[in-house]
C-alpha cells in the first residue's frame, strides 16, 4: 500500500513512499504551498519520471504558478546518495508542463522532496509576475479602512499626541492610549507613577529609530508588509518584553515562512529564547525530518558554543527520533 499523503513546512514538502510494489504510477494527495494545491506524481517506465503540478482549479487556470525549485529523491534508511535535480524555474498547469528523468531503480521506501526557492502568480495579460512570500495575511485588522486612516493620520501628523519614545536613535511621538491598549507593561507604565507616566516619555535605546517606528505602526494597525518582514526580529524581542502576544504569533508565524539553510540555526536560537514552540519544531523538522542538517554541517560547531543545554538535549532527542532504523 502507498502513503499518498505528503508532510510541508516551510517552503518546503516530502512524500515517503514505503513501497512503490508493482506499480506504474501513483500520484500524492493534494498539499498546500503558497496558495495552490500540488501533486506528487511518479510513473515508472524507463525511467522514474516524477512529476510536479498544480491541482486542477479555477485558481491554477487563471494565476498559473510560475515556480523555481529544486527536487531531490533519496532512499529511506540506506546511507544512499539522494539524487539532486537541476534548479527548474518555469510556469506550472497541469502535470504535462514537468517531468524530472531519474535514471535508477527505487522500489521502496523512498522519499521525494522538492524545495521552492521562488513561486509567483503568473500574470494574466502580461506584466511582471507576483510574488507570493512573503505575504500579508498576518497584517490583516478588523479595524475598518476608515478607522485605520485615522490613526495613520494620528500617528503621522501626531494629533494630540502625549507620549514621546526615545530610541538609541532617535525619538517618536505616539499615545498613551495606543501603546496601553496594545500592551499591559506600558499599560502598567502610565497608571502608575512611574517615571515614564511622570515624564511622558519612554526609553527604548534597544531599537533603532527605524524598528521602531516599525513597532509602533504595527500598534496602529498601519504598519507596512515590507517593514514588518525587515524589522521581525527587533519586533520580536518587544513583543516578548512588552508582552505584545498577538505581534509575537505575527512573529513567529512570519519567521516560519522562509526557514532556510542560511538562517535555520539563528531561527532555533531565537525559538528557544523566546519560547516558540512552532518555529522550533519547525527548524527541528526542516534539519532533521527533511535532511536538511547536513548542509550546515559547518555552522553546528559554531551554534553548539551557545546553544543552551535544554536545546542541545532537543535536538540530540530529534536526532534518534528522526534517525531510528526502519
Given at each position: 500500500m502507498v502513503d499518498s499523503k505528503v508532510e510541508t513546512i516551510s517552503r518546503l514538502a516530502q512524500w515517503r513512499i514505503e513501497n512503490f510494489g508493482p506499480c506504474s504510477y501513483i500520484k500524492s494527495e493534494p498539499f498546500k504551498l503558497g496558495i495552490w494545491n500540488w501533486h506528487f506524481s511518479i510513473e515508472k517506465n524507463r525511467y522514474l519520471y516524477i512529476r510536479l503540478f498544480p491541482e486542477q482549479s479555477r485558481l491554477s487556470k487563471e494565476q498559473p504558478p510560475l515556480a523555481r525549485f529544486v527536487l531531490r529523491i533519496s532512499s529511506s534508511g540506506n546511507g544512499r546518495q539522494p539524487y539532486i535535480s537541476p534548479v527548474h524555474e518555469r510556469q506550472l498547469r497541469t502535470m504535462d508542463d514537468f517531468a524530472w528523468p531519474v535514471n535508477s531503480n527505487f522500489n521502496g521506501p523512498?522519499?521525494?522532496?522538492?524545495?521552492?526557492?521562488?513561486?509567483?502568480?503568473?500574470?494574466?495579460?502580461?506584466?511582471?509576475?507576483?510574488?507570493?512570500?512573503?505575504?500579508?495575511?498576518?497584517?490583516?485588522?478588523?479595524?475598518?479602512?476608515?478607522?485605520?486612516?485615522?490613526?495613520?493620520?494620528?500617528?503621522?501628523?501626531?494629533?494630540?499626541?502625549?507620549?514621546?519614545?526615545?530610541?538609541?536613535?532617535?525619538?517618536?511621538?505616539?499615545?498613551?492610549?495606543?501603546?496601553?491598549?496594545?500592551?499591559?507593561?506600558?499599560?502598567?507604565?502610565?497608571?502608575?507613577?512611574?517615571?515614564?507616566?511622570?515624564?511622558?516619555?519612554?526609553?527604548?535605546?534597544?531599537m533603532s529609530l527605524e524598528s521602531c517606528t516599525a513597532l509602533v505602526s504595527y500598534l496602529y494597525g498601519t504598519t507596512k508588509q515590507e517593514d514588518f518582514w525587515k524589522h521581525r526580529l527587533a519586533l520580536l524581542g518587544a513583543a516578548n518584553k512588552y508582552d505584545m502576544s498577538d505581534l509575537k504569533d505575527a512573529c513567529e508565524e512570519s519567521l516560519m515562512e522562509d526557514i532556510n539553510s542560511g538562517n535555520v540555526l539563528e531561527r532555533l536560537q531565537e525559538a528557544g529564547l523566546y519560547q516558540l514552540p512552532k518555529l522550533k519544531k519547525g527548524c527541528m523538522l526542516y534539519l532533521f525530518g527533511f535532511g536538511k542538517i547536513y548542509d550546515v554541517r559547518h555552522e553546528i560547531d559554531s551554534f553548539f558554543k551557545y546553544a543552551d543545554r535544554e536545546l542541545m538535549t532537543e535536538m540530540f532527542q530529534e536526532v534518534l527520533t528522526s534517525w531510528k532504523p526502519a
Open positions: 523512498f522519499i521525494i522532496d522538492v524545495e521552492f526557492l521562488d513561486l509567483k502568480i503568473s500574470p494574466i495579460n502580461g506584466g511582471e509576475a507576483t510574488p507570493v512570500w512573503p505575504t500579508g495575511g498576518l497584517m490583516q485588522t478588523l479595524s475598518t479602512q476608515s478607522t485605520l486612516r485615522c490613526l495613520s493620520r494620528m500617528l503621522d501628523e501626531g494629533i494630540h499626541a502625549d507620549v514621546t519614545i526615545n530610541t538609541a536613535e532617535g525619538s517618536l511621538k505616539a499615545h498613551k492610549a495606543i501603546l496601553s491598549a496594545n500592551s499591559p507593561v506600558f499599560q502598567s507604565m502610565f497608571n502608575h507613577d512611574l517615571k515614564e507616566n511622570m515624564s511622558s516619555t519612554i526609553d527604548i535605546q534597544d
